[in-house]
Structure formats: structure tokens, C-alpha cells
T-cell receptor
């Protein structure tokens, strides 16, 4: 049973464009919804996270939109840059200790 | 150091051998986690320590895997009788306390020949 489904699997965006990655989950007990960014050969790094009592959170060029009824949340990267090229993981969790990672989305931003 | 440190960065060994992977968490972080990341997949939870005790080891795949954190700081993941299917990147993370953001190390890439 796959608890977390991420889409798309890969994404190519032009510099300056908007990147959108989606995550659907099954466990309604999840109470913390982070996105992680991973570069090749490195560990995942927390990018932005949201709790279910708000529907949107923005930090710089990164925005999380959260739809509790649909059990979905998404990552929007505005003004995408080549340096944003990485693999992105959603990792919803209960009480932020057992992260449940999706399979990842490989983002390529062309210059 | 400022971040989570994992050693060795790479480990190649033969099937059937015993391996130990080390994690040095961020100083002062009481919570420590191990994850395993297979090629092309997201990390999968293995075990969570709060202080010296394993609070949740439900992700350990079988009894060949064991982890310790005897003094509440450094942790060692131990794998006995390694199998080719154990090949993966083993990631360690720490957080100030349970419920705080997890900070990951760069992992140990384990290859079983």
C-alpha cells in the first residue's frame, strides 16, 4: 500500500517559469506536511513545511498549498532557477518523527 | 561540526560480511533517525531514537539490522550477514527534539558485492 503518491515523476521548466509538484496521501492522521530538496550525493534538506490548520504557506519563491479534504498538498516554485534543479520529495508525517517520503520528482530548470 | 556527519561515506563489502555505519548528530539534538534510500526511491524510515532508547524500530527490515545510541549522541547502525539487497544509501537525521525539523547527513552508500 503506497501511502504517499507524488506527481509528476519528472518535470522540465524554463528559467523564470513556475514549477508545480503534487503529493497525495492516504493517512488522515498525518499532521505535518514538509517538502524536502535533495541534490545528487547529498542528504535531503527541509525546504518548506505546513501544518493542516492553514491552507497556504509562502516562503520566498516557494509556496505550499494544502487541501485537507482532498488529502493533497503541492509545492509551487515561482521564478524557477537552474539552481533549483534537484529531486523534490514530499514527506508527510505524524508528529514529525516518521517521515513518509514519496518517490520523488526530478526537476530540471533549463537556462 | 555544524551538520550531521556520517562515516564512512562509501562502503563496499562482500555478501555475508558484517558492517557498521556511524552517525554523529548535531550537538544537542536529542532525537536521531535512520532511513534507507534505494536507487530512484524516497528514503524509508528504519528507526528513531529519543536519547539513548530506540523509541520506534518498526522500520528495521529484519533481525539482521540493529542500531544503538549508548550515550545519547553518536549512533551506529549494524548489519549482520549482509545481502545484495541491502545495497542502498543509509541516511541519518537528527532533530532538537521529537516534532522539530529533521536535519539529514549526506549518507553512507553501501554496496554489497
Amino acid at each position: 500500500q503506497q501511502q504517499v503518491k507524488q506527481s509528476p515523476q519528472s518535470l522540465i521548466v524554463q528559467k523564470g517559469g513556475i514549477s508545480i509538484i503534487n503529493c497525495a496521501y492516504e493517512n488522515t492522521a498525518f499532521d505535518y506536511f514538509p517538502w524536502y530538496q535533495q541534490f545528487p550525493g547529498k542528504g535531503p534538506a527541509l525546504l518548506i513545511a505546513i501544518r493542516p490548520d492553514v491552507s497556504e504557506k509562502k516562503e520566498g519563491r516557494f509556496t505550499i498549498s494544502f487541501n485537507k479534504s482532498a488529502k493533497q498538498f503541492s509545492l509551487h516554485i515561482m521564478d524557477s532557477q537552474p539552481g533549483d534543479s534537484a529531486t523534490y520529495f514530499c514527506a508527510p508525517t505524524l508528529s514529525n518523527y516518521k517521515l513518509t517520503f514519496g518517490k520523488g520528482t526530478l526537476l530540471t530548470v533549463n537556462p | 561540526g555544524a551538520g550531521v556527519s556520517q562515516t564512512p561515506s562509501n562502503k563496499v563489502t562482500e555478501k555475508g560480511k558484517y558492517v557498521e555505519l556511524r552517525c554523529d548528530p548535531i550537538s544537542g539534538h536529542t532525537a536521531l533517525y535512520w532511513y534507507r534510500q534505494s536507487l530512484g526511491q524516497g528514503p524509508e524510515f528504519l528507526i528513531y531514537f529519543q536519547g539513548t532508547g530506540a523509541a520506534d524500530d518498526s522500520g528495521l527490515p529484519n533481525d539482521r539490522f540493529f542500531a544503538v545510541r549508548p550515550e545519547g549522541s553518536v549512533s551506529t547502525l549494524k548489519i549482520q550477514r549482509t545481502e545484495r539487497g541491502d545495497s542502498a544509501v543509509y541516511l541519518c537525521a537528527s532533530s532538537r527534539d521529537r516534532g522539530q525539523p529533521q536535519h539529514f547527513g549526506d549518507g553512507t552508500r553501501l554496496s554489497i558485492l
